[in-house]
């Protein structure tokens, strides 16, 4: 296997596996080379290299045979990397005897800041890539709040929302601001579950004093997807100290979590009051704003690496109201889009949309149909529905049609010569006038912004 096929799967695990697990188990994998059909991988420590055989190894075996054949086995060869480290968490590492085991403490003084076993920071997550809209403004302005640094107003900030909603996101802008602001801080960004085995891994190699020496050094403790701990009691028991601990030398704890604390089962009860004696925040699904302001701000970005790259009118709005799950679906979607529209040389237009982004417009294919489009936008007009599908073109009847017409375009897979057979028979490009008719006065028109996006959420309901 050669250097560029094991970034390609490396690539590939990263968009499929989830930050988290991806930095914690594969990122540390260095890659030297094959020979006699073993393909060798450097990892930095005994552990890793059983966690990641255990519980990795026949799936990368099989991605790897997949790009070459002749790959019959892996092995890992513990090889220890000296590094240019923080004095403290050197101390710590040489105890431990695992320099490269225990969490990265980030420090802008660290050389190479982003070590193997910790959370590296993910470079896009920053404040200035982070869209702000309605469902997020919450969460935003308390890490936003946190991310000053100064004295600690509520603690922990506990950050929870589904999947894709931006967590991670806030708790590395968060990290990267205090960074730049205060560079002497030990921020300290881990997921529950690295929390997890670097404390085991310290019980089993009776380091326990080194583990809480380096919790309690840190002046901002991060930790994501804290639901992971629930059940987990000794890991509990010990989160709970290394919290209050820090807590009462006033350092700031930030905690994501899929859920509220209250929602988290198997959490004892002293965990989930500690958990909720601060801030608790949830970022809301995305709405249509939201997921519009998103697309904009990438596909800016995109334009930037694909320069002439056109994208038609109305393409980022389908997508916005198409794509409702989670926010890395919908940027999967548009990376997917810019790199296939430039690999065929052609402009994002809607059929190439269609055609690129089928399996990801299936799933996320609502069952609205056109009848439903039309009753609800009558109801909502007071109107017939003979007159809504009529002939009349006085604008009581009009202006609904076309707000109809534009929402069985976005809100359904039908074509516009489909749509306009069910408005009374139609052409297609009166269908098309009306559906861009309702883009700009979206825009413009207030009253009527606000009429489609309470019919779009009472269509989605
Ligand atoms: N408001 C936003 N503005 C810009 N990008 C966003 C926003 N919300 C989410 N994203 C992007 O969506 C992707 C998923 O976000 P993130 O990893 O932070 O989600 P998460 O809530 O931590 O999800 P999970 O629970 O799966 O870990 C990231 O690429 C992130 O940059």
Not at 5 to 23: C, D, K, P, V, Y
Not at 360 to 389: F, G, M, N, P, T
Request: hydrophobic share 40%; charged share 25%; aromatic share 8%.
């Amino acid at each position: 296997m050669t250097q560029d096929q094991w970034g390609s799967i490396r690539n590939e695990l990263h968009q499929t596996m989830g930050a988290n697990s991806f930095q914690s188990w594969i990122e540390p994998l260095i890659y030297v080379g094959t020979d006699g059909g073993i393909a060798r991988f450097n990892v930095p420590t005994n552990f890793l290299g059983n966690y990641v055989s255990q519980n990795y190894g026949d799936m990368l075996l099989s991605k790897i045979t997949r790009m070459n054949p002749s790959v019959r086995r892996i092995v890992f060869d513990t090889v220890t990397v000296s590094q240019d480290a923080p004095a403290q968490r050197k101390e710590a590492a040489d105890a431990t005897g695992a320099p490269l085991a225990v969490p990265q403490v980030h420090t802008k003084s660290s050389a190479k800041p982003d070590s193997l076993n910790g959370s590296p920071l993910d470079k896009r997550f920053t404040f200035d890539t982070f869209v702000v809209g309605k469902p997020n403004e919450l969460a935003h302005a308390a890490a936003r709040r946190v991310a000053e640094g100064g004295p600690v107003t509520f603690n922990p900030l506990f950050l929870y929302g589904g999947v894709g909603l931006g967590k991670t996101h806030l708790m590395h802008a968060i990290a990267w601001e205090l960074r730049t602001r205060h560079p002497h801080l030990n921020v300290l960004n881990l997921s529950a579950e690295q929390f997890m085995y670097r404390f085991v891994q310290a019980l089993r190699d009776r380091k326990m004093m080194d583990f809480k020496e380096l919790f309690r050094s840190v002046d901002v403790l991060m930790v994501d997807d804290v639901q992971f701990i629930a059940g987990k009691d000794s890991t509990q028991e010990e989160f709970f100290h290394t919290f209050n601990a820090l807590v009462d030398q006033h350092k700031q704890i930030i905690i994501s979590a899929d859920r509220a604390p209250d929602e988290i089962k198997d959490l004892e009860n002293r965990i989930r009051s500690r958990l909720q004696s601060g801030l608790v925040v949830d970022l809301h699904p995305t709405d249509y704003e939201l997921r519009l302001g998103i697309l904009q701000s990438k596909s800016e970005m995109y334009s930037r690496m694909y320069p002439g790259l056109e994208v038609e009118r109305g393409i980022l709005e389908f997508l916005a109201a198409r794509i409702v799950s989670n926010v890395r679906i919908l940027e999967g979607a548009l990376t997917r889009l810019f790199a296939f529209a430039s690999l065929v040389g052609k402009p994002i237009s809607m059929d190439l949309t269609q055609e690129c982004l089928t399996d990801i417009l299936r799933v996320s294919e609502r069952k609205v149909s056109i009848e439903e489009i039309q009753r609800k936008v009558a109801d909502h007009y007071l109107i017939r529905h003979s007159d809504l599908v009529g002939p009349k073109r006085v604008r009581t009847f009009a202006r609904p049609r076309q707000i109809a017409m534009y929402l069985c375009k976005q809100l359904t897979t039908r074509s516009l010569p489909e749509i306009g057979r069910h408005f009374g028979g139609r052409d297609h490009t009166t269908v098309m006038h009306g559906v861009r008719r309702i883009e700009e006065l979206r825009k413009q028109d207030a009253q009527i912004a606000e009429d489609v996006e309470l019919l779009r959420r009472s269509l989605e309901a």
